[in-house]
Nanobody, 125 residues
């Protein structure tokens, strides 16, 4: 069974940085699309970034140039480096995974089969 455990959330002031981690286990192979989502209070969950098996990355426009998604060499941990944080980045951040039939399909949207429990990010102005 695939399991995802996030860590690294916290409270920072606007302009600050945080690095989120998602420890994964239970994968049978590496053909997974990994993504980060976030959900602010009273708002729908939105995809933030995704990385495919070939480490090709995609981002939602609001975080381009500020956030970076990456994996370690073994592809067991997924990171989200967040710089120049803004108050609107506040929310619960979730790591998600799904197996894609083709790597090009990986994007921070659509249905994901596996989810972590989330880690809170709070950015104050």
């Amino acid at each position: 069974e695939v399991q995802l455990v996030e860590s690294g959330g916290g409270s920072v002031q606007a302009g600050g940085s945080l690095r989120l981690s998602c420890a994964t286990s239970g994968y049978s192979d590496t053909s997974y699309c990994m993504a980060w989502f976030r959900q602010a209070p009273g708002k729908e969950r939105e995809g933030v970034a995704a990385i495919n098996r070939h480490t090709r990355t995609t981002y939602v426009d609001s975080v381009k140039g500020r956030f970076t998604i990456s994996t370690d060499n073994a592809k067991k941990t997924v990171f989200l480096e967040m710089n120049n944080l803004k108050p609107e980045d506040t929310g619960m951040y979730y790591c998600a995974a799904r197996r894609d039939s083709a790597a090009w399909k990986c994007a921070p949207g659509g249905d994901f089969n596996y989810w972590g429990q989330g880690t809170q990010v709070t950015v104050s102005s």
